[in-house]
């Protein structure tokens, strides 16, 4: 049981920076690009997180579970 919590913890640490980061990114970039309106800079930041999070989660997990069960 114990494992299988570290793999969690892992997993989301993981892909959570990893989703956060490109939402950032996508921030900063439609920022500094374009005078685009607040809404649509955070609003296409929440998106690009939560399909992030959506694309990078099974990714990650069954990464992390390969690596800590060897």
């Known amino acids: ?3 299988e919590r570290k793999i969690a913890l ?3 640490l ?3 920076t990893i989703s956060v980061t490109a939402a ?5 970039a439609a920022t500094s690009v374009g005078k ?4 649509a800079r955070f ?3 929440a998106w690009v ?3 992030s999070f959506i694309v990078t989660m099974p990714l990650v997990i069954s990464s ?3 690596r800590m069960k060897v």
Not at 24 to 28: A, H, P, S, V
Not at 36 to 39: A, G, K, L, R, S
């Open 64 to 66: 992390v579970k390969k």
């Open 36 to 39: 685009y309106p607040d809404v």
């Open 43 to 45: 609003g296409g930041a």
């Open 49 to 51: 997180m939560l399909l």
């Open 24 to 28: 950032l990114l996508f921030f900063l």
């Open 1 to 3: 049981m114990e494992l």
């Open 14 to 16: 993981i892909y959570a």
């Open 10 to 12: 892992t997993s989301v």
